[in-house]
């Protein structure tokens, strides 16, 4: 007998809506609550019933990914890390990555359809969802399965997995309030994106919740030399913050040589744990890449996770001295 | 009709034995001569005979690739790089890459050769061959197509690209003494691995050459730590070199944090132009694995490629400055 949704509410003593929060909008549901649902979803072995099936009579062994070309700016590397994490999932699983190739998701999506129609995949893993995305209709169309590290904003019906990144930014901000940090800035890249508009809100609201003031709130593209730019800016403001949060690893980068160039005192914390970070002293944001590509592979094989919202994990080094 | 290897001979204006050698063993030959081989190779459109027929009547479209785990300590990403500009290549050539893993190169091997046997690939691509390797006469016996990246140091009678190594840190060398420094040390990781060892020898015959005095040679494992306690035996001898020629990035990035930490001038060349070394400043030798990555697929296509060495760029930054 499969265990369902009532059995999970019993068992963690919630509503059947509270357990239909954790698996649909984990983040909408408090922390202590999310917890208990989800240890009682693991003793129960509880699995949702859509597309339960997975793809256990897969033919052809193989799972679809896209490799994009290398971001010249960019330090962070999070989809070679999810790259590996996938083929050490796959394999343990007796699956194979296809790699393939595209020039925008659209174009992706219908590569994604030929291969599964000539038989050469099974089913694909996508990432960078972003709102009004392509892909998800495209392939539910044409039945092609999938697995999503992200999500399209709206109540996705398909299998995914997330990082919880307003946690990460939240536990970033946290860290430099705790170390003294009175006025924190947050160094990020344009708004609307479902990954940098949820690293804001964890600076946002952790600071709101300490009741502090937000320092400035600068944004540019995802560069070192952006970086280095913002924090220029916010040293020469006339009452310069003591400590950023920055939305990567890269504008953390350009944030910390700047300030070490002029010997300022500026701490400042990354995301992703980038090796850069690690020669650095950034302290940074590390997302359980190894995690999620395990759940990926799981879901597709397998049906979808009943826990998808990962959390991420604060790595403090030098960087991030208390005032 | 295609061309010979006397045509080559007759066009460069050169004897059969220096176009073979060239098509062999490249760096024992002339840079002058080898460019002028290398025109007349490309003029002619030669190919060399062996195994000339490739892969054209190819089934699955799929080559293999071996994906590794992550290396904690090391900053390079060459083979994630790798497996970009293959994925770029064969996509041209309408083929896929298939990932697998392994746990060492003998069951790397026997992977191969079972996906071969399945159909699922028409042939893989090698990476980091070494003496003995087990893999070449595994996949020659089972008769699995294949193309390296690098040699075992025999005269290898498969195809294979490499980038001249001792021609990186020579470069990387000829800029140090161009600048003014006569005491230049080299800091590599153990003797015995050809890419090592190449590298090696581009710092001593270069420091020979301009009749120089080589620095110290120190050794160690391939870890920011190691660069950093390399430096620091360097700068506490009784004489110190005031430039350091690296065998990898992560080693230079070592050297360059310690000598900061210090204030202590000692100007460094890495190696593999990592992302890590433009945000430090770090000069370094950039391999041209976009190139390598065409190269393999051409050649495991279309038979040996004619041109097999690759010359790596010196990228030049702040960290070393004039003496």
């Given at each position: 007998?499969?265990?369902?949704?009532?059995?999970?509410?019993r068992?963690?003593?919630?509503?059947?809506?509270?357990?239909?929060?954790?698996?649909?909008?984990?983040?909408?549901?408090?922390?202590?609550?999310?917890?208990?649902?989800?240890?009682?979803?693991?003793?129960?072995?509880?699995r949702?019933?859509?597309?339960?099936?997975?793809?256990?009579?897969?033919?052809?062994?193989?799972?679809?990914?896209?490799?994009?070309?290398?971001?010249?700016?960019?330090?962070?590397?999070?989809?070679?890390?999810?790259?590996?994490?996938?083929?050490?999932?796959?394999?343990?699983?007796?699956?194979?990555?296809?790699?393939?190739?595209?020039?925008?998701?659209r174009?992706?999506?219908?590569?994604?359809?030929?291969?599964?129609?000539?038989?050469?995949?099974?089913g694909?893993?996508?990432?960078?969802?972003?709102?009004?995305?392509?892909?998800?209709?495209?392939?539910?169309?044409?039945?092609?399965?999938?697995a999503?590290?992200?999500?399209?904003?709206?109540d996705?019906?398909?299998?995914?997995?997330?990082?919880?990144?307003?946690?990460g930014?939240?536990?970033?901000?946290?860290h430099?309030?705790?170390?003294?940090?009175?006025?924190?800035?947050?160094?990020?890249?344009?708004?609307?994106?479902?990954?940098?508009?949820?690293?804001?809100?964890?600076?946002r609201?952790?600071?709101?919740?300490?009741?502090?003031?937000?320092?400035?709130?600068?944004?540019?593209?995802?560069?070192?030399?952006?970086?280095?730019?913002?924090?220029?800016?916010?040293?020469?403001?006339?009452?310069?913050?003591?400590?950023?949060?920055?939305?990567?690893?890269?504008?953390?980068?350009?944030?910390?040589?700047l300030?070490?160039?002029?010997?300022?005192?500026?701490?400042?914390?990354?995301?992703?744990?980038?090796?850069?970070?690690?020669?650095?002293?950034?302290?940074?944001?590390?997302?359980?890449?190894?995690?999620?590509?395990?759940?990926?592979?799981?879901?597709?094989?397998?049906?979808?996770?009943?826990?998808?919202?990962?959390?991420?994990?604060?790595?403090?080094?030098?960087?991030?001295?208390?005032?």
């Amino acid at each position: 007998m499969q265990p369902t949704v009532e059995d999970v509410a019993r068992e963690a003593g919630v509503s059947r809506q509270t357990v239909s929060n954790v698996l649909n909008a984990p983040e909408r549901v408090r922390p202590e609550t999310r917890e208990r649902v989800e240890a009682a979803i693991a003793k129960l072995g509880y699995r949702p019933n859509r597309l339960a099936q997975g793809l256990r009579a897969s033919t052809s062994r193989m799972i679809g990914y896209r490799i994009e070309p290398v971001h010249p700016h960019a330090l962070g590397s999070i989809h070679d890390r999810l790259l590996h994490a996938l083929a050490d999932a796959g394999r343990a699983e007796d699956h194979h990555l296809l790699l393939y190739t595209a020039d925008d998701p659209r174009d992706e999506a219908a590569n994604a359809v030929a291969l599964h129609r000539a038989g050469a995949i099974d089913g694909v893993v996508l990432y960078g969802l972003h709102a009004g995305d392509p892909r998800p209709p495209a392939l539910l169309e044409h039945r092609v399965p999938f697995a999503a590290f992200g999500r399209t904003g709206a109540d996705d019906g398909h299998p995914w997995v997330d990082v919880d990144n307003a946690a990460g930014t939240a536990a970033a901000t946290r860290h430099l309030v705790e170390a003294g940090h009175r006025r924190i800035a947050f160094a990020g890249y344009p708004k609307g994106t479902d990954v940098g508009d949820r690293r804001w809100e964890g600076w946002r609201s952790t600071l709101d919740a300490a009741d502090l003031l937000p320092g400035p709130d600068l944004r540019g593209e995802d560069s070192v030399a952006t970086g280095a730019r913002l924090a220029a800016r916010l040293l020469d403001a006339p009452d310069p913050p003591t400590a950023v949060v920055a939305a990567t690893d890269t504008l953390a980068a350009g944030v910390l040589s700047l300030a070490r160039e002029r010997g300022a005192r500026l701490a400042v914390v990354g995301f992703d744990d980038t090796r850069t970070a690690a020669v650095l002293g950034l302290s940074s944001v590390r997302q359980p890449i190894e995690a999620v590509g395990h759940a990926m592979i799981d879901a597709l094989l397998n049906g979808p996770p009943a826990v998808r919202l990962l959390s991420p994990e604060l790595i403090v080094r030098g960087s991030s001295y208390p005032l």
